[in-house]
């Protein structure tokens, strides 16, 4: 993994947890071969763990193929909700949670 060819190292992403994909944004050019280019997405795999589903690949330079990042994604369903992670030194780091229930209860306000 390579802190030069980022700007920010995990940048915070908020709640936007990307599965596949690169955040471009993010990428100032590859360190080795001193282009900007798209970056090629390698060694994808998914492994199902405990009723959680772990998505991993790496970014690299589509050029050089030297590798830029490490991305992990990873999603759960914990009782009434589906929990989402990301970390990667490109993509940043981000965390969501969504109700499964039509009408999310975390929402609800107390009527008395």
């Known amino acids: 993994m390579c802190g030069d060819c980022v ?6 992403r908020g709640n936007t947890c990307l ?3 690169s955040f471009l944004l993010n990428f100032t050019g590859c ?5 900007l280019d798209f970056m090629l997405i390698t ?3 998914l492994k199902e763990e405990d009723r959680e589903e772990i998505v991993t690949y790496g970014h690299l330079c589509k050029n050089c193929h030297h590798v830029v990042a490490r991305h992990e994604y990873t999603f759960s369903i914990m009782d009434e909700f589906q929990e989402y992670s990301m970390l990667c030194l490109l993509c940043g780091k ?6 499964i229930l039509p009408d ?6 107390l009527l008395f």
Do not use: L
């Open 104 to 109: 999310d209860p975390r929402q609800m306000t």
């Open 19 to 21: 599965e596949n994909g």
């Open 7 to 12: 700007k920010k190292e995990y940048p915070s």
């Open 94 to 99: 981000a965390e969501n949670t969504i109700s």
């Open 31 to 35: 360190a080795v071969c001193n282009k």
């Open 43 to 45: 060694n994808r795999c």
